[in-house]
C-alpha cells in the first residue's frame, strides 16, 4: 500500500513526486533540511570575477615599466589559477540527489496539509487505512470495474477522494491521541481526570466513525466480489456455449445422448441463471456504492 496518501486534488505529476517522497519526508520529521542555494547565480560570479580581473590588470598598467613586468608575473603566478578555478567550481553541476531532495522538499513543504505520511499514523489507524485501501484496491482491479459495469469513472473520482478522507482523518486522529496519551501518562488529579475522561471518549467515538467509513468501503468490494465471481462464471459458460454444437455433434456421432444431452441443458439453464446473476450482483455494488456518496 502507499506509503504517502495524496490529495487528489493535488495535480498528477505533484502527486506521484509527494507519493515518492517518503525517504525524505522521513529526514524532514528527524530535522534536516537541505543546503541553502549559493546566494549569488553562477553567472554573476563570473561577471565579478571578470572585473576584479580587468581592474587588477588596469591597476597595475597604471604603474612604472619594472613594477608593470612584475605585476604581470604577479597575474600569472596567483591571478589567472584563481580565475580558472572560481570558474571550474561555478560550472561544476549541482549533485543529482541533492537537487532531487532539494525539490522534494520544497514540493513538501508547498503541499502541508495534503499528504498524509503512514508512518505517522498509530497502530489502530494504521490498521484502519490498510482496510480502507485494499478494499479500494480490490474494486479497481476487478474486471466488472475495468468493463464499466460498476460506473468505473465515478470509483476514479469517489475511491481516492474517500481514501485522502480517510487517511486524513486518522493522521489528525492519531496526532491528537498521542498528544493526549502523552498528557495523562504524567498522572491526573482527579478534577482533570473528570475532564480528561470525555475528551478520551471523543476520541473513541472520532475512530468509530471512520471505522464506518472503512467499513463502508468492505461491504462495496465484497459487493463487488460477488460481481466478479459471477462476471468469470458467466463468460466461462459462454465460451462453453460457443462450443455447445460441437458436443452435440460430438455425442450425436459416438452415440453418447442419453449421458450428455441433459449435462447440456443444464449448461445453457446456468449461463441463463449466471447472467441474471450478475445483473443482480452489479445492481447490488452500485446500491453500496450509494453509501459511500456524500
Not at 41 to 55: L, P, Y
Not at 152 to 173: F, H, S, T, Y
Amino acid at each position: 500500500m502507499a506509503d504517502v496518501v495524496v490529495d487528489p486534488e493535488v495535480p498528477p505529476d505533484d502527486a506521484q513526486l509527494l507519493r515518492d517522497s517518503r525517504q525524505v519526508l522521513i529526514k524532514m520529521r528527524q530535522g534536516w533540511t537541505p543546503q541553502p542555494r549559493p546566494s549569488v547565480s553562477n553567472a554573476h560570479r563570473r561577471m565579478m570575477v571578470a572585473f576584479a580581473g580587468a581592474a587588477f590588470f588596469g591597476l597595475l598598467m597604471g604603474f612604472g615599466s619594472p613594477a608593470r613586468g612584475l605585476g604581470l608575473l604577479m597575474m600569472v603566478l596567483f591571478g589567472i589559477p584563481l580565475v580558472i578555478v572560481l570558474f571550474v567550481r561555478n560550472d561544476m553541476p549541482e549533485d543529482d540527489e541533492d537537487a532531487y531532495e532539494r525539490e522534494v522538499y520544497d514540493q513538501l513543504r508547498w503541499y502541508e496539509g495534503r499528504y498524509v505520511l503512514t508512518d505517522d499514523l498509530d497502530e489502530s489507524s494504521a490498521r484502519l487505512l490498510t482496510r480502507a485501501q485494499r478494499a479500494i484496491a480490490a474494486v479497481t482491479g476487478s474486471r466488472v470495474n475495468a468493463e464499466g459495469l460498476l460506473d468505473d469513472v465515478r470509483n476514479g473520482v469517489m475511491l481516492p477522494a474517500q481514501e485522502w478522507e480517510i487517511a486524513r482523518l486518522l493522521a489528525k486522529l492519531s496526532a491528537l491521541r498521542a498528544k493526549h496519551r502523552e498528557t495523562v501518562s504524567q498522572g491526573l488529579t482527579p478534577e482533570v481526570e473528570a475532564v480528561a475522561r470525555p475528551l478520551a471518549r471523543a476520541l473513541d467515538n472520532s475512530e468509530e466513525a471512520v471505522l464506518g467509513r472503512v467499513e463502508a468501503l468492505e461491504r462495496y468490494a465484497a459487493n463487488v466480489a460477488d460481481a466478479e465471481r459471477a462476471y468469470v462464471a458467466h463468460h466461462q459458460i459462454e465460451e462453453l456455449r460457443s462450443r455447445m454444437h460441437q458436443y452435440e455433434e460430438l455425442v450425436a456421432e459416438t452415440g453418447a445422448d442419453g449421458f450428455v444431452v441433459p449435462e447440456l441443458e443444464r449448461l445453457a439453464a446456468d449461463a441463463d441463471r449466471l447472467e441474471q446473476a450478475l445483473r443482480r450482483s452489479v445492481s447490488s455494488a452500485q446500491e453500496a456504492f450509494r453509501h459511500l456518496e456524500p
